[in-house]
């Protein structure tokens, strides 16, 4: 079975210091990882993946995130957010290329001014 | 540039009724999947369909029916409405192989179930 956990419902941050969305998985195998975004009445738009590699992966909007296999987790980070940064931001895992993808819980970022 | 699209936007049906979801990709994409969004529960698979031809269930497939007749359409089919199904459901799509795609969303089916 394969399982995504997002601890926090909420974070807060202020504009222009660093944030962490933080993600743990679990799967059998080496996991596939993806951070989606959710802007309000919108689907989810895609943000970053780890298939393979370098475990530091870039994506869109500035966004970065850490794969650790010990801590099997895929946090999501930023140097510095912007109040436009403010969404619903969701995790997600899969077994292998051809399987099922499961989604986290959601963690909603604040983003003050 | 279609990508997902899904229909219809809004619905309200009342206990007991039938209908289907529809969700269309243009992309020719193998992976189409149906989730439900809920608040405080994230995004739930319901079924998934990784070709024409090819469906198997989700984290919470009762009371939903699919099959993939094609590989554009992937309708999704509440055979008796009740009310704990009243949700935002989402259709999403994306191609995979060795390099594995990101999924494409559509923007939605809010229903409402009286």
């Known amino acids: 079975a394969q399982s995504v956990a997002q601890p926090e419902d909420q974070v807060n941050v202020a504009e222009g210091n660093p944030l962490t969305v933080k993600c743990t998985y679990s799967?059998?195998?080496?996991?596939?990882l993806f951070w989606y975004v959710q802007y309000p009445n919108r689907g989810l738009q895609f943000l970053l993946k780890?298939?393979?590699?370098?475990?530091l992966v870039k994506g869109s909007y500035g966004f970065e995130a850490e794969f650790n296999k010990s801590q099997t987790s895929f946090h999501l980070k930023k140097p510095s957010a912007l109040v436009s940064d403010s969404a619903l931001y969701f995790c997600?895992?899969?077994?292998?290329?051809?399987?099922?993808?499961?989604f986290g819980s959601g963690t909603r970022l604040s983003i003050r001014p | 540039n279609a990508g997902v699209t899904q229909t219809p936007k809004f619905q309200v049906l009342k206990t007991g009724q039938s209908m289907t979801l529809q969700c269309a990709q243009d992309?020719?994409?193998?992976?189409m999947s149906w989730y439900r969004q809920d608040p405080g529960m994230g995004l739930r698979l319901i079924h998934y369909?990784?070709?024409?031809?090819?469906?198997d269930q989700g984290e919470v497939p009762n009371g939903y029916n699919v099959s993939r007749s094609t590989t554009e359409d992937f309708p999704l089919r509440l055979l008796s409405a009740a009310p704990s199904q009243t949700s935002v459901y989402f259709c999403?799509?994306?191609?995979?192989?060795?390099?594995?795609?990101?999924?494409?969303f559509g923007d939605g089916t809010r229903l409402s179930i009286l």
């Open positions: 999403a799509s994306s191609s995979y192989g060795t390099e594995d795609q990101p999924q494409h």
């Open positions: 799967v059998s195998g080496n996991p596939y």
């Open positions: 780890y298939i393979t590699g370098d475990n």
């Open positions: 997600a895992v899969r077994r292998s290329s051809a399987s099922k993808i499961i």
């Open positions: 992309m020719n994409h193998e992976y």
């Open positions: 369909s990784v070709g024409a031809g090819i469906t």
